[in-house]
T-cell receptor, first 114, second 114 residues
Framework: KAGVTQTPRYLIKTRGQQVTLSCSPI?????VSWYQQTPGQGLQFLFE???????NKGNFPGRFSGRQFSNSRSEMNVSTLELGDSALYLC?????????????FGSGTRLTVV | AQSVTQLDSHVSVSEGTPVLLRCNYS??????LFWYVQHPNKGLQLLLK??????LVKGINGFEAEFKKSETSFHLTKPSAHMSDAAEYFC????????????FGAGTRLFVKA
């Protein structure tokens, strides 16, 4: 069965621009979570969507937003990019109860802001 | 409150020798505990999980972990390290009681020497 697919794999953007990242979860998974991974901060939770509704949110500024579609695919958007947004963005999908089943992660999108 | 502490940021072993990666947790509720592995420039892969069944949990690639409630620990072990085990390992505590919450440890980088 297909894994979690994230596109694009690599992205280079300029400060001030905006970016949209995409995630297609495993078939049957209705929960999609997004994480930012950096060497200094480790894995930080951005938000989780379940059945097109944001179920949980981390402590990121409003420049970071997301959405989920009826087919469970999710996008996250970062507006007004800053140098500090350079990171690996990971998408993880799960069944409704991720405390029971855990996550399946995508390979990530490596965003570089210059 | 919920937290997870990986006691070593780096562990170095020789190929063929045992691996021990240490993880302590705290949780106000009965937690689920997970170990994930991340190879360079890849997403995270679920190694094993504890969800209140057997306290000794076997995972993929010969890894196992033992849940010890009295010690609030969930250490990851493998009898014999292989070069391909070199990666970063994350201990994760999760719950769905009192609100969904998933906390990642800071990670332990495992080096395997030939």
């Amino acid at each position: 069965k297909a894994g979690v697919t994230q596109t694009p794999r690599y992205l280079i953007k300029t400060r001030g621009q905006q970016v949209t990242l995409s995630c297609s979860p495993i078939s049957g998974h209705r929960s999609v979570s997004w994480y930012q991974q950096t060497p200094g901060q480790g894995l930080q939770f951005l938000f989780e969507y379940f059945s097109e509704t944001q179920r949980n949110k981390g402590n990121f500024p409003g420049r970071f937003s997301g959405r989920q579609f009826s087919n469970s695919r999710s996008e996250m958007n970062v507006s007004t990019l800053e140098l500090g947004d350079s990171a690996l963005y990971l998408c993880a999908s799960s069944f409704w109860d991720r405390a029971l089943y855990g996550y399946t992660f995508g390979s990530g999108t490596r965003l570089t802001v210059v | 409150a919920q937290s997870v502490t990986q006691l070593d940021s780096h562990v170095s072993v020789s190929e063929g020798t045992p691996v021990l990666l240490r993880c302590n947790y705290s949780s106000s509720y009965s937690p689920s505990l997970f170990w994930y592995v991340q190879h360079p420039n890849k997403g995270l892969q679920l190694l094993l999980k504890y969800t209140s069944a057997a306290t000794l949990v076997k995972g993929i690639n010969g890894f196992e972990a033992e849940f010890k409630k009295s010690e609030t620990s969930f250490h990851l072990t493998k009898p014999s390290a292989h070069m391909s085990d070199a990666a970063e390992y994350f201990c994760v505590v999760s719950r769905n009681t009192g609100g969904f919450k998933t906390i990642f440890g800071a990670g332990t980088r495992l080096f395997v020497k030939a």
